[in-house]
């Protein structure tokens, strides 16, 4: 790959790209079509097309991803399927350089997310990125800052939060039906089966660019362990089930409980299923403590051949003084009262991730922050939970955070974690 200089590209297009975006955005205001690009399209990236594609005045303009067999594939099924042509790229820096996007969805490894969405934000781009919202604690808060300081629109993919039913369950838990909610649970029973052993190898696929695939991450041999739904289970790119799954329901936790990072954690788990090359657990259970509001968050990932959990095998459990509420997927609660459990107010509505999708096209029309459901400090907290558990679980102790400075109390290998090693150039930049 030709090595682009991520400072001067921003030098000469940035400001040229404000400029356009915000003439752009002035005429998505007048009802024009919004043209997105989708970044990373093996996977969710497929769902991003779909959700775009479904909205009223907005088209998908542009497929990105470094794998070319997997980019001609997905603009051939574009074309078949809406009856028209899809411009192709492999390298996202060329996507913010032009002036005819107005918005990007980042649906790329989580390695990728914060900084995707930083960039898009210089070049004047709104954001749609997906779960979780960062690799690391670090890298959420840069995110925030960006957003800010190009007032941009950045949405997280929490589609949960556009949920009629779970916007009605968190009014119920506001509203004192459940007396004082002093816990909350998350659930991920997801069947996560053995990956094997796969080597590395010295030369990538062909039809893959292995240098823009790892980006950020640090420099190492191909391996199919890795490419293309492996990385999840691998700390250099992904955050295990935790930071996968698991963040839509730490993020229902935050939501449910109102708070957002804990003052202690504490983790356990372990591989006890497979011998395969995965990293990341296979079972973790995690505590964290709010002491200011009383109240923790329990969460737990583990194989979901076994029991379910008030019938949620991906959910949440609110637990109050008068009663309890399970929460099973992304739009449907229930809720318990009393001793003797009696059945109270509950509600099942399908289609939040299109409600999500247009909420966010909503944002981008009318330039407020405070339209969006999940605004960019969601990406940060519920991405940041997860890190902080993972941390935990790494480091085998209990963990002191201070939640105002988003630092660990005299703990320097912890602080550590907070981060990683960039690689040129593709650094997080400072936006403050």
Known sequence: MAEVNRRSFIAAGAAAASVVAVSRTEAASKNDTIRAAVLGVNGRGKTHIAAFEKQAGAEVALLCDPDEKVLGRRAEEFEKKYGRKVATETDMRKVFDRQDIDVVSVATPNHWHSLAAIWACQAGKDVYVEKPGSHNLFEGRRMIQAAEKYGRIVQHGVQLRSSPALREAVDHLRNGLLGKVYMARGL?????????????????????????????????????????????????????????????????????????????????????????????????????????????????????????????????????????????????????????????????????????????????????????????????????????????????????????????????????????????????????
């Open 188 to 432: 991920v029973f997801r069947w996560r089966p053995s990956i094997g052993h796969k080597p590395d190898q010295s030369q990538p696929p062909k039809h893959l660019h292995w240098d823009l695939w790892q980006g950020p991450a640090q420099e190492r041999d191909f391996s199919e362990r890795l490419v293309h739904y492996n990385w999840h289970w691998h700390w250099d790119y992904g955050n295990g089930d935790v930071g996968n799954q698991g963040i839509h329901e730490t993020d229902m936790c935050q939501w449910g409980l109102d708070v957002q990072l804990p003052s202690k954690i504490v983790a356990m788990g372990g591989k006890f299923l497979w011998d395969d090359d995965k990293e990341t657990p296979e079972v973790l259970s995690t505590n964290y403590y709010y002491p200011e509001e009383n109240k923790l968050i329990q969460f737990e990932v583990r194989h979901w051949n076994t029991n379910t959990e008030e019938g949620a095998t991906v959910g949440n459990i609110f637990y109050g003084e008068e009663g309890f509420m399970v929460v099973k997927g992304y739009g449907s609660y229930e809720t318990y009262l009393g001793r003797k459990r009696t059945p109270g107010p509950k509600r099942s509505v399908g289609g939040e991730l299109d409600l999500h999708f247009a909420n966010f096209l909503g944002a981008v029309r009318s330039r407020k922050k405070e339209d969006l459901h999940g605004p960019v400090e969601t990406a940060h907290y519920s991405a940041g939970l997860a890190h902080l558990g993972n941390i935990a679980y790494r480091l085998d102790r209990q963990l002191n955070f201070d939640p105002k400075t988003e630092t660990f109390l005299d703990d320097n290998a912890a602080n550590a974690m907070l981060t990683r090693d960039y690689r040129k150039p593709f650094e997080v930049p400072q936006v403050v």
